[in-house]
């Protein structure tokens, strides 16, 4: 007689004994062995960067949730936690403390809960905030610091170029110089080398994404579909003669692959629930759209990295993508 009401609550949506907390959770444990090489690589900056930044967005979305938006704080779901930590990824380890706490500013307020909150945000926060720190800090967000370990300080460590940096120098001047400047592929690999947080180990990245696929926290299908791209386009720009003299096609994919931000992107940034499709070709298209818009930024662009822009770029197409679904058994072509 009377029919109970259907409450639906917006994305992301868990089912079988799933929670977005347990997932969250299971994303940072996966984050835990690249966090750990970061440490070892660049000490006290590592530490002291990722403090800040977990704690500011946590604190920022505690304080939105309670005293703006008037409702019952989320941070206990760890989305928080695990926006700063990707964050703090994203920085180098040398930022100034009030640049991180800005950069977790704009990330809650603007990318998450201006939305919102969890849910209802179309672009990822950590990226929001990343990218809002390139553009207002150019000089600080691409000073680099060297592995040190803790025998380097917080804010004096030396720095030097990346080695996306000198590939890009190398392949638009020609200047094969470069390729002695390039870190082994061996050293690119485990994550000796200087970049951000999240640069650094490729190989504990690769971990940790496999443990996500394994736990069915995340699919195949966007960190596979990206890394093929960007594998095939590093391996067209060296058949077509475009690498400087003394570099490979081979160690040019390599290299692609293992430095940067590709690892770190294809496995925990463009698989967040809530800014990614839901069917699996489009997920596929989604990927595959984030390797070519990283290769064209990383070829020819201004910058020498390109995997925020062309995350965010994509999660805008989301809503279209998520459109391609398979047809219902029964249903008649139209």
């Given amino acids: 007689r009377f029919m109970k009401q259907l409450i639906v609550s917006p994305a992301p949506h868990a089912h079988s004994g799933d929670s977005v907390r347990k997932n969250m959770l299971l994303v940072i444990a996966a984050l835990l062995p690249a966090y750990i090489v970061s440490v070892i690589e660049f000490g006290w900056g590592a ?40 964050l703090a990824f994203n920085l180098p380890s040398n930022l100034p403390w009030w640049i991180v706490i800005i950069g977790a500013l704009v990330a809650i307020g603007v990318g998450k809960m201006t939305f919102g909150g969890l849910g209802q945000n179309p672009f990822n926060p950590a990226l929001v905030g990343r990218v809002f720190l390139l553009i207002s800090f150019p000089v600080q967000m691409t000073t680099w610091p060297r592995p040190l370990g803790f025998a380097g300080s917080y804010v004096d460590a030396e720095t030097g170029a990346t080695p996306l940096a000198l590939l890009k120098q190398g392949i638009k001047g020609g200047d094969s110089s470069i390729v002695s400047q390039l870190p082994d592929l061996w050293d690119a690999f485990v994550g000796i080398m200087g ?51 003394g570099l490979t096609t081979a160690q040019y994919v ?33 990927g595959i759209g984030i390797g070519l818009i990283v290769m064209v930024i990383r070829t020819w662009g201004a910058y020498p990295e390109g995997m925020s822009f062309a995350i965010l770029i994509m999660n805008a197409c989301v809503p279209l993508l998520n459109h391609i679904r398979p047809k219902r058994f029964g249903e008649k072509k139209k």
């Fill in 254 to 286: 390599a290299m692609t692959l293992c430095t940067g931000g590709i690892m770190l992107g294809a496995f925990f940034m463009a698989t967040d629930y809530v800014t990614s499709p839901m069917t699996p070709w489009g997920k596929i298209i989604f």
């Fill in 47 to 86: 530490l002291i960067t990722t403090a800040i930044s977990v704690v500011a967005c946590v604190g920022f979305e505690w304080l939105i949730a309670k005293f703006i938006l008037k409702q019952k704080p989320t941070i206990c779901d760890c989305s928080a936690i695990l926006t700063g930590l990707l």
């Fill in 195 to 245: 970049g951000s947080l999240g640069e650094v180990s490729a190989i504990a990245l690769l971990v940790g994404g496999i443990f996500l696929i394994c736990t069915r926290v995340i699919t195949w299908h966007i960190p596979v579909s990206i890394l093929a791209t960007v594998a095939l386009f590093a391996a067209v720009t060296g058949w077509c003669g475009a690498l400087p003299e």
